[in-house]
C-alpha cells in the first residue's frame, strides 16, 4: 500500500495574476493537482520553483527523494526555490493564490512574477491533502484563550497577516489586536478583515531602510508589563540564516507574531524578550528574507 508523502510536489500553470497594489501582485495558480493541495494555518509556507536562468520551466521530477536530489544539483541551473504563503486556497476549483511582492527584477521570484502570463508554469511544493497527520510549515497557532494579539510584519508578510486577521475575525469574541504593517508605499495598504477591538497601522515606508518602520512600531506596541528583566537573547547570524523562533503557546493570553526583513526581526526580538522580558513561549519571530542576501 502507498502511504502519501506529507508534502506533495505540485504542477500549475498561472490562470490570473490581478496587481493588488502597486507592489503587490495576486497570482492565481491552477491545476488539476491542486486539488489534493492542503493548507492548516493562515502562514503555511510553501516553496515554488521559478524557470532558471535559461528560462527552462522547473520539471523536478515527483518522487520520494526529489529534494535530497534537488540539493546535489548545480545551483546555476536547477530552478531556483524561494518560500511563499498559501493566501488562498480552493482546492475543489483546483486553484491556489499567492500574493508576491514586486520588489524588481533583482530576484528570480519577483521578476517572475514581474513577466508572468497566463499559462506559465512553476512547480510548487506544499502539504497534501491525503496525508492526514500534522505536517507543520506554519507557525500561527495561537491558544484558544487569546485577550491580546500583536503582529509586526512588512510586505512579505502581509499575506499570512492579512490571513490572520481573518482567522482572529472569525473568532466568537476576537481578542483585542494591534497589526502594525509596514509597506513601501501608502498605496500598498490593502483591505483587510476587522473588528472593534483590531488597530491596524499601516507604516509606508518611503525612502527609509526596510524594518524601520517594523522597529518604529515598538513605541506603539502595547505588551504586557513585567516586573523582572527579561533573559538575554542569543546570537544569530543573520547574513547565513533567517532568525526563527517559534512561540510553544500564549503567556497570560497574549500572543505575539513577528514576521519581516531579518534585521528588523532581531531589534524587536531583543525589545521584547530581553527589555521588556516577555515570554518567549508567546512570540514568533521570523526573519522572511535578508535585506542583500539570498537565504532560503
Ligand atoms: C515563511 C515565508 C513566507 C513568505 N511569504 C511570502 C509571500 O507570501 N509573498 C512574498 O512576496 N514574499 C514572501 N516571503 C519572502 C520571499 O521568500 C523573499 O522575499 C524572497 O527573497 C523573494 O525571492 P526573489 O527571488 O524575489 O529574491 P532573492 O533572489 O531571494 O533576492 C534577491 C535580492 O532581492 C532582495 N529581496 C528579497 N526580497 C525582497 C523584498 N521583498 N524587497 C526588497 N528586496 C528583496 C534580497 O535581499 C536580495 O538582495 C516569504 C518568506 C518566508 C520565509
Request: charged share 25%; no cysteine.
Amino acid at each position: 500500500m502507498s502511504v502519501a508523502r506529507a508534502y506533495g510536489l505540485f504542477e500549475v500553470e498561472l490562470a490570473r495574476k490581478v496587481l493588488l497594489s502597486p507592489h503587490m501582485a495576486r497570482l492565481t495558480f491552477a491545476g488539476p493537482a491542486v486539488r489534493g493541495m492542503r493548507t492548516l494555518a493562515a502562514d503555511q509556507r510553501i516553496k515554488v520553483f521559478f524557470p532558471n536562468a535559461a528560462g527552462e520551466r522547473p520539471a523536478i521530477e515527483d518522487r520520494a527523494d526529489w529534494y535530497a536530489i534537488y540539493k546535489t544539483q548545480d545551483v546555476a541551473t536547477r530552478p531556483p526555490m524561494r518560500t511563499y504563503t498559501i493566501r488562498h486556497l480552493r482546492a475543489e476549483a483546483g486553484e491556489v493564490d499567492i500574493d508576491f511582492v514586486l520588489h524588481g527584477e533583482t530576484g528570480p521570484a519577483s521578476r517572475w512574477a514581474l513577466n508572468a502570463e497566463p499559462g506559465d508554469r512553476v512547480q510548487i511544493t506544499a502539504p497534501n491533502a491525503a496525508f492526514e497527520g500534522e505536517v507543520g510549515g506554519y507557525e500561527w497557532k495561537p491558544p484558544a484563550e487569546l485577550s491580546r494579539v500583536l503582529l509586526i510584519a512588512d510586505e512579505t508578510a502581509l499575506p499570512a497577516l492579512a490571513g490572520i486577521l481573518e482567522d482572529l475575525a472569525a473568532r466568537e469574541a476576537p481578542p483585542a489586536t494591534q497589526a502594525f504593517v509596514e509597506i513601501p508605499h501608502a498605496d500598498d495598504a490593502l483591505p483587510v478583515a476587522t473588528w472593534p477591538g483590531l488597530e491596524v497601522e499601516w507604516m509606508p515606508r518611503g525612502r527609509d531602510a526596510h524594518g524601520a518602520r517594523m522597529i518604529e512600531a515598538l513605541v506603539r506596541a502595547r505588551t504586557p508589563v513585567l516586573a523582572t528583566a527579561g533573559e538575554a537573547v542569543g546570537e544569530i547570524d543573520i547574513e547565513a540564516v533567517l532568525p526563527w523562533e517559534r512561540a510553544t503557546g500564549g503567556a497570560d493570553g497574549f500572543y505575539a507574531w513577528v514576521a519581516g526583513e531579518s534585521a528588523a526581526v532581531m531589534v524587536i526580538r531583543r525589545e521584547l524578550v530581553q527589555q521588556r522580558g516577555l515570554d518567549r513561549r508567546a512570540i514568533n519571530l521570523m526573519g522572511y528574507w535578508r535585506e542583500g542576501r539570498v537565504l532560503d
